[in-house]
Structures are given as structure tokens and as C-alpha cells.
């Protein structure tokens, strides 16, 4: 018999480690994003397909509640209970001094999908000329200004969560032309007592670029004060804001997370 000095090390490294790689392989995996929370086996094909969901170019998914299809504001409210914010040509306008509109339902943690577009002729001066904002829950803002170009506080540029976070860059279009927001909102989540259980937060895509990356909501927006918390519903408007300036809206869409 040959002699083999590294056989006896061999011979235990292969008892110790085919039962660890055995185990690796039986193991179940828990999947956190299983609705049913049932722990599936690596690529088990009894694992239930998602659902199919058509995705036409430049439309909602099938399965988005959409919140304005060109033609109508029937989804919205407004003050007085009409949203009369002009409607034409495939878009909506605010008509300024006619105050906010908001959705008729309500939503918590929700994707979140809307096109808007400063006038060509707007002129842009720090917050004036060029101001709008949509708001989850009727006070969490995701500011919408002109700001390119147009400079004012960064937290209040377009793209920044306003008096909270600045975007993480400027990914705004110039006016005349036609910027896109993907936000993914998670509503913030209260104890009983009404204190604050987890704070709410947006991660949103500018014209397909990040500029909130999962940011911690502070609180309700407020101008030139510390934002705070109180208790609300768990599904609320979404709100568009009159500040006075005519922007332009267009395809506006929602799909409720769980
Ligand atoms: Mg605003």
C-alpha cells in the first residue's frame, strides 16, 4: 500500500463536510416576501407563481387603480367637493386659487406613479412660479417645483421631501417638458396609544433616476417648523397642492402595497 501522509485529514475533512453540505441543501429557506409566510425550499416548483400583471409601454399595469386617465377627474375631490382643476388635451391643470384636490379613497403603502410638467412660459424663482406638491396621506410631501433651472433651499427643490430631505441629485427636466415620479410610500404605523410604532418613509424615482432612497419620513410636512407625528387612519388621500402656479398632471396611477 502506497503511502498517503494527507489521507487521515482528508478522510475527516470529507466526514465533517458532506453532512454540512447536506444540510445546506435541505435546509428551507424563509422567504419574508412569501404572503402565506410557509417556508419554501430553494426553487421548489410547488411554490405558487405571482400573479401576471401586463405592463403596456407609457400606461398603468393592469392591476394600478388609476387616478387619472386624460380624460376626467372623477377619482378626485376638491374644495367645495368638485375638483374643477382644468382638464385638456390628456392632462389636468391646477387652476390656481381653486385649493387642493385629493383622491376620493384613501391609501396607506402604496407604488405611486404620476407625470407632471412646468409650463414652457413659467417663470421660476426660488418656491414662486412654478410650485405644486403631491402629499401621501393628505401631509407627506414630495415637493414638485421647477428647478431646472431654479435654485432655492435644497430641501425644497423638486424631488426633496420637503423641509425633511433634498433629493439625492437634481434629476429635473425643463419646463415644457413632461418629469415622472415612481415613489414607493410606506405609511408610517401607530401603537394605540397613538405614539409612534415605525416611522413612514419614500423611496422615489425622479425621470427613472433615485433621489430618495428609502428615506425615513420626520413627520407631517410643515414650513419652516420641525416636523412631528400624530396619529391618523391607516389610509388617507393623496393630495395635489394649488400653490398658486398652473402645473400640468398627467397619468396618474396607484397600487396598494400590503
Ligand atoms: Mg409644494
Redesign the pocket.
Known sequence: MRSCPLCPVLSVAALVAVPVVLLVAAAPVQDAKSTDKKEWAVHDPARPQPPMVATPASKAPSDAIVLFDGTSLDKWTGNGGTADWFVKDGYFEVKPGSGNIRTKDGFGSCQFHIEWMIPAERECKGQQGC???LFFMDRY?L???GSNPNQTYVDGMAGSM?GQHPPLVNACRPNGEWNTYDVIFHAPVFKADGSLEKAGSMTVFFNGVLVQDNSAILGATAHMAKARYSAHEPALPIGL?D?GDPIRFRNVWVRPLK
Open positions: 410650485n405644486s406638491g410631501e415637493q414638485i417645483l420637503y397642492q400653490h
